[in-house]
């Protein structure tokens, strides 16, 4: 048997278990084999030395070779990435595997699995682009992922694994509220708070009261002297205003400092 040694770092710790591990193989298997056996999805891993090398993520283990595997850092890897591109020395392979990385960070919509039910109300109310739907399979998210370029949200490591997954990210933490700061600080997204419909994730109309006056019949006559603005989702027909609701939103979301 051969052996490799791997460390985690940032929050791959976490997913994995543990920083250091010490694995014991046969044959030639890839990088990414050994990190995904670990634990970690291939897409939570973002840069990757082999030996203190740059690697690619298919480059092949040998006996005693060292591994350190990164997870996606705001403001540390747009620098590197481009550096990797202009490499003289370094194989296409590898430059186009950071080059699809690379790629990851300009997307900011997203889609959900069934278990994040809770996280996804929380971001649509923030003005985040996320689908979600309790009936989607496993096929159909993946697809959609795909098609759409949407990161995939889930606490689902096997899913993330399959090789077609593109866009994911893996949710450690099980509470909506630790999900809610996980989110954001892993993702460099601005919030906008009441601009997309809970409901379906469309894009909320800003309407004034004038301008709503022949579907009043839909708003509580109390609420149409209170409020002289609603919001409206031409999807669901349905109508907000920024009531005791909207108001307890905003002060959990500033007592988190996402506000």
């Given at each position: 048997m051969k052996q490799c040694y791997i460390r985690f770092y940032g929050r791959l710790k976490s997913i994995s278990g543990k920083e250091?591990?010490?694995y014991s193989f046969r044959n030639k298997p890839t990088i990414i084999d050994i990190i995904e056996a670990l634990g970690v999805p291939h897409t939570e891993v973002y840069f990757i030395l082999k030996n203190q090398q740059i690697s690619g993520f298919y480059d092949h283990i040998y006996d005693?070779?060292?591994?350190?595997a990164y997870p996606k850092m705001q403001y540390l890897y747009i620098d590197l990435y481009k550096h990797i591109m202009f490499d003289p020395f370094l194989s296409k392979k590898i430059k186009k595997d950071y080059w699809f990385k690379f790629q990851n960070y300009k997307i900011s919509k997203f889609i959900a699995d069934v278990h994040l039910g809770k996280l996804v109300k929380y971001l649509r109310f923030l003005g985040i682009d996320i689908l979600y739907n309790i009936h989607w399979d496993d096929t159909t998210l993946i697809r959609k992922s795909i098609e759409e370029k949407r990161i995939l949200l889930t606490q689902d490591k096997g899913i993330l694994k399959q090789k077609i997954v593109q866009y994911g990210c893996y949710i450690i933490n099980r509470e909506p509220p630790q999900q809610l700061l996980e989110f954001f600080n892993y993702f460099s997204i601005r919030?906008?708070?009441f601009?997309?419909?809970s409901l379906c994730n469309h894009l909320l109309i800003k309407l004034s009261k004038m301008e709503i006056k022949e579907n009043m019949d839909y708003i509580p006559s109390k609420i149409k002297q209170l409020y002289e603005y609603f919001y409206y989702c031409p999807v669901c027909k349905k109508y907000y205003w920024e009531g005791s609701h909207y108001k307890k939103l905003i002060n959990f979301?500033?007592?988190m400092n996402l506000l």
């Open positions: 250091y591990w010490i005693n070779d060292k591994i350190s919030a906008k708070p601009t997309r419909c979301y500033k007592s």
